[in-house]
């Protein structure tokens, strides 16, 4: 039986998700982590929660996509599938600005294009169905590129050679209490 593997993005928890359980029926596992603790010790922490589930199949959002990615790799024989949400996979050139001014956020050094969780996930090769949707509405004003209020559409498009895009027109955040979200996921699982 599959388990759906559920991960939040940055700075939030694993009541992102709570609209879209109440849909998806399927066994599942939340993993929650703090972004102040660093990317590898998470990614460990998480590998750790997950050994020994036979099926995984990931729904992630934001940063938790990337997360994702690592694991959907570690447990590259177990891995059925997943759908990520709003994905920078292209990380963060913003982020590298803001370490200037605080530059003891692990978060900042985690999400930078350059940083080892995201050159990383550019080079993992999917062996298994994998979706990201796009978000597409919504405007940062600190951003200059098109974006949905966090993330660079050009970011979350970065992997489109290795996975389906599907475009959604929400922001960051509404794009978790989209019913169209709900539909996407329940038919990835129904086509792993």
């Known amino acids: 039986?599959?388990?759906?593997?559920?991960?939040?993005?940055?700075?939030?928890?694993?009541?992102?998700?709570?609209?879209?359980r109440q849909f998806i029926q399927t066994?599942?596992?939340?993993?929650?982590?703090?972004?102040t603790s660093g990317f590898a010790h998470n990614l460990a922490d998480m590998k750790t929660q997950l050994a020994g589930i036979d099926q995984l199949f990931f729904v992630a959002h934001s940063l938790g996509g990337i997360y994702a990615t690592h694991l959907a790799d570690h447990f590259a024989d177990q891995t059925r599938g997943g759908v990520t949400i709003s994905t920078p996979y292209g990380g963060c050139r913003?982020?590298?600005?803001?370490?200037?001014?605080?530059?003891?956020?692990?978060?900042?050094?985690?999400?930078?294009?350059?940083?080892?969780?995201?050159r990383t996930a550019r080079d993992i090769k999917y062996s298994s169905p994998w979706t990201n949707i796009v978000s597409t509405r919504g405007n940062s004003p600190f951003i200059n590129d098109d974006n949905d209020g966090v993330v660079t559409l050009s970011s979350m498009r970065?992997?489109?050679?290795?996975?389906?895009?599907?475009?959604?027109?929400?922001?960051?955040?509404?794009?978790?209490?989209?019913?169209?979200?709900?539909?996407?996921?329940?038919?990835?699982?129904?086509d792993k």
């Open 94 to 118: 913003e982020a590298d600005m803001v370490r200037l001014f605080l530059p003891f956020s692990r978060l900042m050094q985690d999400i930078g294009p350059d940083s080892w969780p995201m």
């Open 1 to 20: 039986m599959t388990t759906v593997v559920y991960i939040h993005g940055a700075n939030a928890t694993g009541e992102s998700f709570n609209y879209i």
């Open 27 to 35: 066994p599942s596992i939340t993993l929650e982590y703090n972004s």
């Open 158 to 190: 970065a992997h489109a050679d290795a996975m389906d895009l599907i475009d959604s027109h929400y922001n960051h955040y509404e794009i978790l209490l989209s019913y169209r979200t709900v539909e996407i996921v329940a038919q990835a699982l129904l």
